[in-house]
């Protein structure tokens, strides 16, 4: 099986600064050009203070750090000049990590997809949209908060489309700062199934209700 697509980690979260430039984010498309791939998927504007992107409303209501460089922009022209298509992940504030809840997360997001358009929507390789908040079982208003910022993205940029970030709760679910490799318990491929048909059915069912109304 061919691999075309991989993400782009931004290095907010997860592993620590690469601290790479230009010259070094340039080899690294030049790299994947070479293995044949052709969609790169930012895997998040941001993480809590950490951000991707010069966002001047990130900073402002979320008190988030100045980026050094612009890497969402670097990451658009590396794209054009190497006919990649780029999706971008929208912004994690974190806060649902502490809470359980993603429900404010709709109206934190909502203006960073509106700065992103109006910013970066120009670039020939902006061809979608990351909803990179991790839709699972247990998360309150995670259904509501992906079929709502997945239709303000279409909004926003007239229609392009959405990519979602589904996550199973397996026995690897593990977090990565913890010595444990596997959990004591973990969901079963049949209660996944049945949990994911819900999940699903909710976000359509809710999404034809909103587009028979508007």
Not at 51 to 58: F, G, H, R, T
Not at 145 to 159: E, H, P, T
Not at 187 to 203: P, R, Y
Request: glycine share 8%; net charge negative.
């Amino acid at each position: 099986m061919k691999i075309s697509a991989t993400f782009i980690d931004e290095i907010s979260h997860d592993i620590p600064h690469q601290n790479w430039g230009a010259k070094e984010w340039e080899q690294d498309f030049a790299n994947m050009k070479t293995m044949g791939i052709d969609t790169v998927v930012l895997i998040r504007a941001g993480y809590r203070k950490f951000i991707s992107y010069p966002s001047a409303y990130l900073t402002e209501t979320q008190q988030c750090f100045l980026p050094s460089q612009d890497l969402v922009g670097l990451f658009l022209r590396l794209s054009d000049e190497f006919n990649f298509d780029f999706y971008f992940g929208i912004y994690d504030s974190g806060v649902y990590w502490d809470t359980g809840d993603m429900s404010q997360e709709i109206e934190i997001n909502k203006p960073v997809i509106q700065e992103v358009f109006a910013t970066y929507g120009h670039h020939k390789s902006f061809k979608g949209w990351y909803i990179s908040l991790e839709l699972s079982r247990k998360t309150k208003g995670a259904i509501t908060a992906i079929r709502d910022l997945g239709l303000y993205c279409k909004k926003v940029s007239g229609g392009l489309p959405v990519l979602i970030s589904p996550w199973i709760d397996g026995e690897k679910a593990v977090i990565a700062t913890e010595k444990e490799l596997k959990k004591p318990e973990s969901v079963s491929l049949e209660t996944h199934a049945q949990e994911w048909d819900e999940i699903f059915n909710g976000i359509l069912i809710n999404e034809l209700f909103l587009i028979k109304n508007l």
